[in-house]
């Protein structure tokens, strides 16, 4: 599923009219070559699909309102990024808006769609360039596809299936970076690890925040809750719940994971730390008694008798290294190295 | 949005009578010029909105519940600041209370608020002056906006959309806080960054619990329980439900990312810590051992032989830098620095 | 709202019987002076409240529910004091049991107190001497209160709302001592802050464990559940309900509060600990290897050409110095300190 | 309540027949002694308590189940240790299942024990010799007791009080552990506490463990939802699921109680520790740079102009002096002891 | 129970059937030898069990599903690894989607296998060559089995308890691992334990995520929600459902087990470093200012009055121990060692 974000300024409309028997497509660059009376009136068993992508500008919006005569209230939504993924039944339409995750060129993109859902037509409206639909539409192209045999409610089951499929994706690619952090984690952790480790959960707490929402849109669809949605379709529906459970399900496995290696990246650096620190502290403690010593008899005093012994020297050896290894075997006694 | 707080000591009286004609707006200062049989008296097709500003003195409230009989329970719950936002059904009229939150020259504001709605006047008892009403009275002032054709249902969902929309601004100076936040931990965390990251945390909680409550407010509102709220009203009332959703959505997000900053904070801390006293430590671990030689070579023993000896001095440098680098070299090789 | 408790060993009896037209009220000390029969005969329209304080012997409770003919397992309730907060309906009475918390000289007390609720009396049964029914009494022994107007139920929603309100008290208490600790933690965190956030902690629980199941019981109360209370004071009692939301949000943001300043306290020291240590060891790094240089010019070889040299001393001292200054630059660059 | 666990090898067949008018008990041994077929004929409003201790050998329990028509999958359960407690309905008899927690000479017994509960028998199969049923087993042989003048739903109720009782000691046993732990946390942690806070900490999950489930079980029983517990009993088993919710309630309470000592043990160990580091390592640093001026004039240099100096040591001494003093004062104002 | 996985490519084709007369069996090993109309013709009174192990084919995937006409999305399902258990009721047959859990020569397989049960008949699709179906083969291999008298949902039944058996068996395993790590992190914890608690952690974590959808799959099988399964068959599947609350049960006291442990690790290293590091610093501590007095008596000053004087060198020996001791007794006094 490649997805193929055109960078241009105006908004694009692409119209994609189909049937069993045919299929029409065209696109129109900026709102003037659009006819929007016309855009209304679709042709009896076709299933139109109006795409506006890269941004609706607010005129568009009003004009498309003016003719599907879309509530004021989901202009509103169509344009507010932080909506949270919802249905709404209009009766005679519904207004589904959720979030598109997909990776262009190994960047994160978040695009906020929203869907008006009509007996025979789907008007998406994308908030960016690009979309993971191009499957959609060479589905569409081809002659004996489900798709061309069913109407604009298996659209809607189809759109939504693929912006799932894009969750995975993304969970995929997560999950490999877990593993490398993993192996990572396992031999020497730094600091890098701890950056990549937050980078992962934030993305995993996304993920989880734009998916949750989807689980109430695609579970109402599928309870049989609206006639525009036929009973054959609902069955697929279910079967995107189901992948969105999954995806729900695999983002609290990969958190739990992560939080481990969290855990064990945290103690090993300590752990590692400690030996380090134990290690030159018990060397320093064994050298500074015997420095003391040294000093002692490197003292100027003119009665030291020591000074004087003609093993005096040797004697000094000989405690210094007496101290040192008695040490030595006291700290391997009590199995502090 | 912004609110005019100002300063003054007696509540204000601020009545605005309006309808598709016209609208009138008058000001009274201090009770005494307040005619309360008058004020329950509202002219057909005519909304009036009652706004008591800067805290209601028993007594004027004891004469606004005469009026509008008011139960006791009601003009104590007005006062009580630690009331929880909640709405209840006295038939003839709603009692709703919930907390404001702005801000007023860059220091956040949470002013108890408490509205009674009947079928063609609303009263709302402000505990500060100032409020984050400027645009409703605006769009009441203006000829044909919806709100001028609409009843007292719809002014009450304005107020409640004004006051979430309160909330949401102050989410995005979090928002702003916490993304300046993240960038000074990624380089140098300090102790400043714990204070700001606790404040961020405490008034995230503030929110949280303030908009809370509001859910339930608002769902219960839009669930078509009331007769004084018309249906088309509660399509908009429902879309405040959907912005508190939000909210509790954002507050719930940013409260994940700052608890990932805290650790990030707190470990990459640890971490630096550990580096600069696991070198220090290695240099000094080095030098104790050579500072003892030197001690040993600085005794006064009479007979000491290497003292004598023709190449001792370049004998005993030799060994020190022998054993020095030896030593690197095996914290090297463990990978100790 | 203040509370005598009054030392003395065994129970008091105290009897207050009222109505609207008039009240009576008599004490009496041990059983001995208690006429068990009349104690049931309750005259038309007169509201009796029997408050037995100071731990009612087991005696006393047989022969109070011989009278009142109370099932034997609200006897071993009523003295087991780890029964936990719960209202049980018997049709002609409730037996409602909880925990009362208030200040007697800055010392919390936790009395066990249950009541018995009939149709036109309230039996209390206190654990310990002393409570927080002084206003009630006043509001009986006054003419035209609310109280001498209504009947039983009022009685028992106002012990309620008095128990309640004493539980707000103790939450002022803390608050005010959570706001001290944080001030003393935004300075200087000690052991002794550990102390006293480890006691606030442990009130706030206890708080939160006895207030919690009063939800079940108030709301239970408040919703038609039983002929024994009359609407209007359902009304009050929801009110109630109200109160100890409140008083469980409240706890909840204060236990939240408590944890971040533990977070707070806990990483300022080790903040704190960890600036001490990096600036001792960065001293004593730099001055070893000066040492060690001393040391070796403190060496007795016989043929140690430096001695001799007439700028040896100077030449030494410059190579320390040079080695010293070089260290701080490298520390500074590093940002060590 | 004493429980006598008595070491023997073959399980014990103990069976009380009992009315009000009389009782009757015998005890056999081994199996042989068992007559099967009688045991399932009780007589004309008498009461059987079949108590088969010390864990029964397939064999038995397949003749038993014989008499009593049981289950196979009952069978299983009664041997299957890992059972969790629960009830099954088997219209003319109940099967509970439990565990029984209580001390054998201060070592904590767990002991999984499953009752078959008809229309006037109970069979019980306990895993292990001893029980904590010596009073139930007083109640019967007395003439006028409860137990005697009720059947077998009351004599059940009975053993699942007894068994919900020995819970509540347990936990009195580990309320005082806590409080002896609480003194000595307060003073001087160390890693004994840790120990022991961990096994409290394990046993209380235990309890909680055992517990939980036997709350579904009583609520069950307590909710009229089989003929063989008459509605008078219904009202004692309610007691027994209220005690239950108390001990759940006690052992959330000692959790938390446990965690706050455990964290107080740690900060306060790491506090201490902290302390004693930071006030040796001022101690090291105030002197390494004496020492290194008493090494500077250790050198022997020829040409040392200080050393010739007749004031030269004093001097010396004043420095050393007035460097320790100002870097005492200095530590001092940085409060770092 | 053991399984024995048979390295091979191909997949096997196993087909059984039985009824209470005789049983025949019969292997085949790829696609060819399979005759797919027949397969789908069952004689009267005869269960078929069609296992088709070591990953199905994409070709004999759809071949079976036209045998048996199975919906697309069941065979998408029957190959995608990441499917949560879950149960689909197609009216005339059953989709259940779980994951079989094993020890193969002590490695852990966690395999995907669907099962379709219709009215006669069991087909079972296993990712993997090998199972833990053992048992129920030569169950049906014996003449007088309650297998081979009961009918295709009594198979159905003793596939899950098979599978759910293999969940216990790998927690056995896990729970003695546990045992093991407690004994080492006792006396001394190291890097090792970090990495074996880990392993603990994150296999506990997928039991208890592969076993939980389970519990929705054996509650509604056992809740009469099917023709295809008959009351008696309920009785049992309702016994594997209790067997697997008690595996969620073990693997969160597991779980919490585990957790204590990490504690105890943790804390317990960092207890026995601070040991080590106190004693170290403290032998130094007492030695830095010894070794400071021997070096000032080291300095070459001509006039130093004490290096005359006859007893100079036994006043500073004494001077020296004094310092020793009073900092020995002081250090003890703060219990400080
Ligand atoms: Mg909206
Ligand atoms: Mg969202
Ligand atoms: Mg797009
Ligand atoms: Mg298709
Ligand atoms: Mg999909
Ligand atoms: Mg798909
Ligand atoms: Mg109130
Ligand atoms: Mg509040
Ligand atoms: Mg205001
Ligand atoms: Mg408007
Ligand atoms: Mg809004
Ligand atoms: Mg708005
Ligand atoms: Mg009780
Ligand atoms: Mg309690
Ligand atoms: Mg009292
Ligand atoms: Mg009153
Ligand atoms: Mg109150
Ligand atoms: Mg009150
Ligand atoms: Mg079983
Ligand atoms: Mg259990
Ligand atoms: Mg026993
Ligand atoms: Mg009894
Ligand atoms: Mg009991
Ligand atoms: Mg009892
Ligand atoms: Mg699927
Ligand atoms: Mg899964
Ligand atoms: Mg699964
Ligand atoms: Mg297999
Ligand atoms: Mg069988
Ligand atoms: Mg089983
Ligand atoms: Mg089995």
Same mark, same amino acid.
């Given at each position: 599923?490649?997805?193929?974000?055109?960078?241009?300024?105006?908004?694009?409309?692409?119209?994609?009219?189909?049937?069993?028997?045919?299929?029409?497509?065209?696109?129109?660059?900026?709102?003037?070559?659009?006819?929007?009376?016309?855009?209304?009136?679709?042709?009896? /068993?076709?299933?139109?699909?109006?795409?506006? @992508?890269?941004?609706?500008? %607010?005129? &568009? #919006?009003? !004009?498309? +309102? *003016?003719?599907?005569?879309?509530?004021?209230?989901?202009?509103?939504?169509?344009?507010?990024?932080?909506?949270?993924?919802?249905?709404?039944?209009?009766?005679?339409?519904?207004?589904?808006?959720?979030?598109?995750?997909?990776?262009?060129?190994?960047?994160?993109?978040?695009?906020?769609?929203?869907?008006?859902?009509?007996?025979?037509?789907?008007?998406?409206?994308?908030?960016?360039? /690009?979309?993971?639909?191009?499957?959609?539409? @060479?589905?569409?192209?081809? %002659?004996? &596809? #489900?798709? !061309?045999? +069913? *109407?604009?409610?298996?659209?809607?089951?189809?759109?939504?299936?693929?912006?799932?499929?894009?969750?995975?994706?993304?969970?995929?690619?997560?999950?490999?970076?877990?593993?490398?952090?993993?192996?990572?984690?396992?031999?020497?952790?730094?600091?890098?690890?701890?950056?990549?480790?937050?980078?992962?959960?934030?993305?995993?707490?996304?993920?989880?925040?734009?998916?949750?929402?989807?689980?109430?849109?695609?579970?109402?669809?599928?309870?049989?809750?609206?006639?525009?949605?036929?009973?054959?379709?609902?069955?697929?529906?279910?079967?995107?719940?189901?992948?969105?459970?999954?995806?729900?399900?695999?983002?609290?496995?990969?958190?739990?994971?992560?939080?481990?290696?969290?855990?064990?990246?945290?103690?090993?650096?300590?752990?590692?730390?400690?030996?380090?620190?134990?290690?030159?502290?018990?060397?320093?403690?064994?050298?500074?008694?015997?420095?003391?010593?040294?000093?002692?008899?490197?003292?100027?005093?003119?009665?030291?008798?020591?000074?004087?012994?003609?093993?005096?020297?040797?004697?000094?050896?000989?405690?210094?290294?007496?101290?040192?290894?008695?040490?030595?075997?006291?700290?391997?006694?009590?199995?502090?190295?």
């Amino acid at each position: 599923m490649e997805s193929n974000v055109i960078p241009g300024n105006g908004c694009i409309f692409e119209i994609m009219d189909y049937s069993n028997d045919g299929f029409s497509e065209y696109w129109v660059e900026d709102k003037e070559g659009v006819d929007f009376e016309n855009l209304g009136r679709i042709p009896e /068993g076709t299933t139109r699909w109006i795409n506006i @992508d890269g941004g609706c500008p %607010q005129s &568009t #919006l009003e !004009r498309i +309102s *003016g003719t599907f005569s879309i509530h004021p209230l989901i202009t509103e939504d169509i344009t507010n990024k932080i909506q949270r993924a919802k249905i709404e039944d209009y009766d005679d339409y519904l207004y589904i808006v959720s979030k598109m995750i997909y990776y262009n060129e190994d960047e994160l993109v978040i695009e906020h769609i929203s869907f008006i859902l009509g007996c025979n037509y789907v008007i998406s409206f994308g908030e960016l360039k /690009g979309d993971v639909f191009t499957n959609i539409r @060479d589905r569409i192209r081809n %002659q004996n &596809t #489900l798709i !061309r045999k +069913s *109407g604009a409610d298996y659209l809607m089951y189809s759109l939504l299936d693929a912006i799932v499929d894009g969750y995975f994706e993304v969970l995929e690619v997560l999950g490999e970076r877990i593993d490398k952090v993993e192996e990572v984690v396992l031999q020497k952790s730094s600091k890098e690890t701890l950056h990549e480790i937050r980078e992962i959960k934030n993305n995993l707490m996304y993920i989880h925040k734009y998916i949750w929402p989807l689980r109430e849109v695609t579970s109402w669809l599928g309870k049989d809750s609206t006639e525009l949605i036929r009973p054959a379709t609902e069955l697929y529906i279910r079967d995107v719940y189901d992948h969105i459970i999954q995806i729900i399900d695999t983002t609290e496995t990969y958190r739990e994971l992560l939080a481990g290696l969290i855990d064990l990246n945290l103690s090993s650096v300590s752990f590692r730390l400690n030996e380090v620190m134990k290690v030159l502290t018990i060397i320093s403690t064994i050298f500074i008694p015997l420095t003391f010593i040294a000093g002692v008899y490197g003292m100027n005093f003119k009665y030291m008798p020591e000074i004087g012994w003609k093993y005096g020297y040797y004697a000094t050896w000989i405690v210094m290294i007496v101290i040192a290894v008695s040490m030595i075997i006291y700290f391997k006694k009590k199995k502090w190295f």
